[in-house]
């Protein structure tokens, strides 16, 4: 026999709950936390008869379920409101975590929250550690919330309600897989008439296992409750190469209109580019002999490259709470996460961007080589320095592969209780700890290929000279002038893993009395309820430590340690004004005021907010708030060393015919000699100069919202819900985007921007690994421009009961009025709303919605769901008349249409407590859309946005959930 508790938890699978209108919202969170107080995300008052003032999209637990989903980050990218960040279709660059980005405004300017306390320190979040088997709801609140939750909570907070008071046992089991029809006649003739292979016609892959069960029981006749969980999690790979779209690196052809199999020119023949001028190739034949260098040479990097990262999970953790005096009573809980993913791109390569050295009298040059790359000085000691773009592929070299592995703790506890009737207290702790482990594997290093490549005659034996004079005797000669040249034994010496580890830790000490003045008659005349108010004090603090081994750090990885505290003292009050009178069923006001000081800043900072809610009748409800927020620089940003790295883009004034004039290129450092000489950048990867600034101040932000909840009596089971949301961020803590600075300099010529320019004096490139001789443009972290974004959300939920069963329709829809970034204060602003590429990034459709329609069966034993996403189409930037955005012309990839997924689930309950869900996501096997790699920005991968658009294609999920 199922107890009550695990019997509701089963019930709970045929019962909608989708992303929910407001109104729907504020009942269950009603419902959830009883007669006596109300929780209500976004503020710290907990009083009978509260609602909330700020606009909630509540995801439910259900929704989780009828998408499959075994990660809850893929749940909210579907929501409008939500721009993809780091997920699972990120490889190259991934840092292995998963992250939310609320309204397109950074991951890092949304904070997540767990029950209402901090996820981890905001530059170590990872929605990862959420176990999405008790997660019971999901309250995405759109605004300001740092006067409420503290810094970080700019564009809003994403609250995780997790299900603490199980009794009985729940074990869910859910497996799934990818099945796409690759028919898309126009990649797979242009992969063919490449000479690459195309995609399999039908791959089965990504499976995905998932398996969790929780269990809890009472105490004492409800005076606590133990509930415990445990989670296994295990994903497999898609590769590139099994999709058309991906099969091979798209480039735009020369005239901007169509595609053509690119690639990288670090390709498996050989490229060579000495420094003193010129561009070689090794020949295919396998022959010592360099001809110029054309793309025809390029190496298709795609196929190897991971389309969807393997990923291998496990949780734990405990909620417990207990009632020793009704002044008294004891909470915490434990939550566990050991979460390792591998990132996969193509083999390693000696490559371009690096200096290297080679002496004239090698031996393993030929006389071709040796007269084209030292002249007059072919034969002597003198030694040449060259660009190499060689990558041994025909060895037995293996992808590279980022092993990332992270183990998160977090700790919660704390008393609460009353101490007098309408006054209540909570005093409680939190610490986190984030260890990351990262090893790159399969990689060469370039100071052991340079050694390895001044090579001398020993009594007719090829012999490094470092072993000649004793710096590195394990040195072995490494042949790169000749397709298949390298042997195992050099390829064995220049290939070396490194290894880097760090520490996040945060603790947040926290401590409020809430006061009902219901108790003490502090009612005005004309309300039920009297004035509640809240007061509190918190410290938070959080440090890191980030550490290389010794050849990351020859490679130029940077070290990264620091710590910062803050001291803050809030309160909150609300003042109902009017209730239960004509005209106003409801008129309330609502205040809340945070105090903050910053160990690193000598100021106080002040957050504050102000809500007013009207409700004419029960049918309707208005309310308005005005927020002030901060954001204060997280350790990353103010703390991490300044070093190169790759960023996709192009140089306008590379390669024999610039895109650029002489005259443009000339601002951006470019000499007349140069100009027409100047190497492309490897793979559409030019190289921008990043880092922290210790000298940061805190973002500011003003939020306001405007909105109405439509409950009408007169249709019963219809809750509607429409929202106005204004968000500005001034000083913002950013870069300027190196698309951006290229942009803008080559356009316009601004000083300030083509300042940003630090050319190779020697050759001009924009590109390298050697953090002493790289081109790059400067884009470090700094208190840039402003941030602006306004729009409307819209929310319906109706349910309808009819003589064959009930039947549900959610809707949750956004309209994106500006979405508009200043770089610089005084120096002008662009807007991407319905843009994409470029400057502007990823795709911003002005209208997004998602809408599911479900049928549960009269008898409640089935439901049957189909889901209807939208991504409305975006225009290329580059194409706008924008000073900041334009550029080249495309007629190619000028726009991306609009977008139409449908999903299908159902499910039945099999016996009491043991229930069965199936379902398909991407019904139509919808491919998406190919972009050339030149226009895609961060999270940009295999072609397209994986994180925006489905790439796995047609998927199958089967569940089964037991509870007893």
Not at 137 to 153: C, I, K, P
Not at 320 to 342: C, I, K, L, Q, W
């Amino acid at each position: 026999m199922c107890n009550s508790a695990a019997f509701a938890v089963a019930i709970g699978l045929s019962m909608p709950a989708s992303a929910q209108t407001e109104a729907t919202t504020q009942a269950t969170q009603a419902g959830e936390a009883g007669d006596d107080q109300i929780v209500v995300t976004g503020s710290r008052l907990q009083v009978p008869g509260m609602e909330s003032n700020s606009p909630i999209t509540t995801v439910g637990a259900e929704e989780i379920r009828l998408q499959g989903a075994t990660n809850v980050e893929n749940v909210l990218n579907r929501l409008p409101q939500i721009t993809p960040d780091s997920n699972e279709n990120v490889s190259n660059g991934a840092d292995g975590t998963a992250r939310v980005n609320l309204r397109n405004l950074g991951s890092n300017r949304n904070l997540v929250l767990v029950n209402g306390q901090r996820l981890l320190p905001i530059q170590a979040t990872d929605l990862n550690l959420i176990p999405s088997a008790l997660v019971q709801r999901v309250d995405v609140v759109t605004g300001g919330a740092s006067a409420v939750y503290g810094s970080d909570a700019v564009s809003g907070v994403i609250n995780f309600i997790l299900r603490d008071d199980l009794s009985g046992v729940r074990a869910d089991v859910q497996y799934g897989f990818a099945n796409h029809r690759n028919d898309n006649a126009d990649r797979r003739a242009l992969v063919r008439s490449s000479g690459f292979n195309t995609a399999l016609p039908s791959p089965v892959d990504g499976q995905r296992l998932d398996a969790n069960i929780a269990f809890g029981a009472n105490l004492e006749d409800g005076k606590g409750n133990v509930t415990a969980y445990f989670g296994y999690r295990n994903v497999k790979p898609i590769l590139q190469y099994n999709r058309d779209v991906s099969a091979c690196a798209l480039d735009p052809n020369d005239a901007l209109d169509g595609f053509v199999c690119g690639g990288s020119s670090n390709n498996e023949y050989g490229r060579f580019s000495p420094l003193s001028g010129g561009s070689y190739n090794n020949t295919r034949d396998g022959s010592k002999t360099w001809v110029p260098y054309d793309s025809s040479f390029r190496y298709n990097y795609a196929p190897l490259n991971y389309f969807q990262r393997n990923d291998t999970r496990y949780t734990a953790g405990a909620f417990a709470h207990y009632e020793v005096t009704p002044a008294a009573d004891v909470y915490g809980s434990f939550m566990f996460m050991d979460d390792r993913t591998n990132s996969q791109v193509a083999p390693s390569a000696l490559f371009q961007g690096y200096t290297y050295n080679i002496n004239c009298n090698n031996p393993l040059l030929s006389a071709q080589q040796g007269n084209l790359l030292c002249g007059a000085d072919y034969g002597t000691a003198a030694q040449k320095d060259v660009y190499i773009g060689y990558r041994p592929v025909a060895a037995p070299a293996q992808p590279r592969r980022d092993d990332l592995r992270h183990t998160d703790y977090r700790f919660t506890g704390g008393v609460r209780g009353e101490i007098a009737p309408g006054i209540r207290y909570d005093a409680n702790a939190l610490f986190s700890t984030v260890l990351f482990n990262e090893t790159y594997s399969n990689d060469i290093d370039p100071a052991k290929a340079n050694k390895a490549l001044k090579v001398v005659n020993v009594n007719g034996v090829p012999t490094c000279l470092s072993v000649i004079d004793k710096s590195d005797t394990a040195c072995v000669p490494l042949n790169v002038f000749q397709y298949r040249g390298p042997s195992a034994e050099a390829l064995n010496y220049i290939y070396a893993p490194t290894s880097t580890r760090g520490i996040d830790k945060e603790t947040v000490l926290n401590a409020a009395v809430t006061v009902d003045g219901s108790a003490f008659g502090a009612t005005l005349p004309w309300a039920e309820h009297g004035i509640s108010a809240v007061v509190g004090v918190e410290r938070r603090h959080e440090s890191l430590e980030f550490k290389a081994d010794a050849l990351a750090l020859a490679k130029g990885t940077k070290e990264i340690a620091g710590s910062f505290n803050v001291s803050e003292l809030f309160t909150e009050v609300r003042v109902p004004l009017v209730e239960g009178k004509r005209f106003f069923e409801e008129l309330s006001l609502t205040g809340g005021y945070r105090l903050s000081k910053y160990s690193n800043n000598d100021d106080y900072i002040s957050t504050y907010k102000g809500e007013l809610a009207w409700a004419p009748s029960r049918d309707l409800r208005l309310r308005a708030g005005y927020n002030r927020a901060i954001r204060a620089p997280n350790i990353s940003e103010l703390f991490s060393a300044q070093q190169p790295g790759n960023v996709t883009t192009q140089d306008p004034c590379a390669g024999a015919r610039p895109q650029a004039t002489l005259a443009q290129c000339q601002r951006t450092g470019v000499t007349a000699a140069q100009y027409g000489n100047i190497i492309e950048c490897p793979s559409e990867q030019c190289t921008g100069f990043f880092g922290g600034n210790p000298a940061l101040k805190p973002e500011e932000a003003d939020t306001y919202t405007a909105g109405l909840v439509l409950t009408p009596r007169f249709l019963r089971g219809l809750s509607m819900s429409v929202d106005y949301f204004h968000i500005k961020v001034k000083d913002y803590i950013s870069s300027i985007p190196v698309t951006l600075a290229i942009s803008q300099c080559i356009s316009s010529g601004d000083p300030f921007f083509c300042s940003l320019f630090n050319r190779n004096p020697r050759n001009g490139v924009l590109f390298g690994g050697d953090a002493n001789t790289a081109g790059y443009i400067l884009s470090t972290t700094q208190n840039t421009g402003s941030l602006k974004t306004s729009g409307l959300d819209i929310g319906l939920n109706y349910t309808q009961r009819t003589g064959i069963g009930r039947f549900n329709l959610d809707f949750v829809g956004t309209w994106l009025h500006d979405l508009i970034t200043e770089p610089l204060p005084g120096l002008g602003s662009y807007d991407c709303k319905g843009l994409f590429g470029g400057t502007c990034g990823q795709p911003s459709p002005e209208w997004r919605h998602q809408a599911r329609l479900t049928w549960t069966t009269a008898d409640g034993i089935g439901t049957f769901s189909v889901n209807w996403r939208y991504i409305g189409g975006t225009a290329l930037s580059l194409n706008t008349s924008d000073p900041f955005l334009t550029g080249s012309t495309y007629k190619l990839n000028a726009k991306l249409p609009a977008y139409n997924y449908f999903d299908l689930t159902t499910s039945v309950k099999i016996t009491e407590g043991l229930d069965f869900r199936a379902g398909v996501n991407n019904l139509f096997d919808k491919d998406p859309p190919a972009i050339a790699q030149g226009l895609l920005a961060s999270f940009g991968n295999g072609n397209t946005y994986p994180g925006f658009y489905d790439v796995a294609g047609r998927s199958f999920f089967f569940g089964l959930t037991a509870a007893f």
